[in-house]
């Protein structure tokens, strides 16, 4: 199992920017996909951004432009920086990992965009 512990998040007004980070028990290297997903009340996680270890980066379309995925393999580190926060963007976001069919996720942080 991919071990996985996330830290930032918070509260921001509108237009603000946060950044969230997740830490991997594994070297990240070698976790192929890398990835963050939020969950709204009453609402499945949806996909928010992937990064491979083969250097691909996908959004959802919501967060293109917006939203930023990295990678750090020296602190074992994957990173989602988002800015020109909207309301919308409100939910708890989670890490998620998977390495060789194991599959690992983050204990979820808030994020709340409010004015």
Same mark, same amino acid.
């Given at each position: 199992?991919?071990?996985?512990?996330? @830290?930032?998040?918070?509260?921001?007004?509108?237009?603000?920017?946060?950044? $969230? @980070?997740?830490?991997?028990?594994?070297?990240?290297?070698?976790? @192929?996909?890398?990835?963050?997903?939020?969950?709204? +009340?009453?609402?499945?996680?949806? $996909?928010?951004?992937?990064?491979?270890?083969?250097?691909?980066?996908? !959004?959802?379309?919501?967060?293109?432009?917006?939203?930023?995925?990295? =990678?750090?393999?020296? =602190?074992?580190?994957?990173?989602?920086?988002?800015?020109? $926060?909207? +309301?919308?963007?409100?939910?708890? !976001?989670?890490?998620?990992? $998977?390495?060789?069919? =194991? &599959?690992?996720?983050?204990?979820?942080?808030?994020? &709340?965009?409010?004015?």
């Amino acid at each position: 199992q991919v071990q996985l512990v996330e @830290s930032g998040g918070g509260s921001v007004q509108p237009g603000g920017s946060l950044q $969230l @980070s997740c830490t991997a028990s594994k070297r990240i290297s070698t976790i @192929s996909t890398m990835s963050w997903y939020r969950q709204t +009340p009453g609402n499945q996680r949806e $996909l928010v951004a992937q990064s491979t270890n083969g250097g691909s980066r996908n !959004y959802a379309r919501p967060f293109e432009g917006r939203f930023t995925i990295s =990678r750090d393999n020296t =602190r074992n580190t994957v990173s989602l920086q988002m800015n020109r $926060l909207t +309301p919308d963007v409100t939910a708890v !976001y989670y890490c998620y990992g $998977l390495k060789g069919g =194991r &599959t690992g996720w983050g204990q979820g942080n808030q994020i &709340t965009v409010s004015s």
